[in-house]
């Protein structure tokens, strides 16, 4: 009898060092890329093959006639408000210089233009502003499905012994 309990309790205890299933794991990955999404409202600072690098933080981007497409023209007048502060809420203007990735096709930007877009967290990139300097930047996405494959992706797989 006493076997018995021993086997038991250390088959509940081996389950405890494993991660949850796939599907569960990518339901709670989801629900934090929910809770984590920001709007990335700014200005686009470069372009790469996989995304954009952008200063993010103005606001004004929010309203309107600004927030009728997620591509502004370069040309608009619009500055940062040096006071907005990033909230821990969802849907709140992100501030910073972050990575978005997963971006639409259409309309096309071009490097100095606005976006404007809900985007989700997905870990961090490595930009390099000017050669030889690099620096860790938050990286967003801008369709939840990717933003939880990545998540996926980063974390690592604990398998059984």
Same mark, same amino acid.
């Given at each position: 009898? =006493? ?7 250390? =088959?509940?205890?081996? *389950? ?37 690098? %952008? ?12 927030? *009728? ?7 608009? =007048?619009?500055?940062?408000? !040096? &006071? ?7 849907? =709140? !203007? ?9 971006? !639409? ?18 870990? *961090? ?7 030889? %300097? *690099? ?12 933003? %939880? &494959? ?12």
């Amino acid at each position: 009898m =006493s076997l018995l309990f021993l086997v038991a309790a250390m =088959s509940a205890s081996a *389950q405890t060092n494993f991660a949850p299933p796939p599907d569960r794991r990518a339901a709670e990955i989801r629900a934090a890329c929910i809770d984590g999404r920001r709007a990335v409202c700014g200005k686009v600072i470069k372009i790469l093959a996989d995304g954009l690098v %952008v200063d993010s933080g103005y606001t004004g981007l929010l309203e309107a006639p600004f927030n *009728q497409s997620w591509v502004v023209s370069g040309g608009a =007048s619009l500055s940062r408000d !040096p &006071k907005v502060m990033e909230l821990s809420k969802p849907a =709140s !203007p992100c501030v910073g210089v972050v990575f978005l990735t997963d971006i !639409p096709k259409r309309p096309a930007v071009k490097l100095y233009d606005y976006v404007v877009l809900q985007a989700y967290p997905c870990g *961090q990139f490595n930009y390099v502003p000017v050669v030889g %300097v *690099q620096k860790a930047i938050r990286k967003f996405s801008a369709g939840i499905d990717t933003a %939880v &494959k990545l998540n996926l992706d980063s974390q690592p797989r604990v398998t059984p012994p």
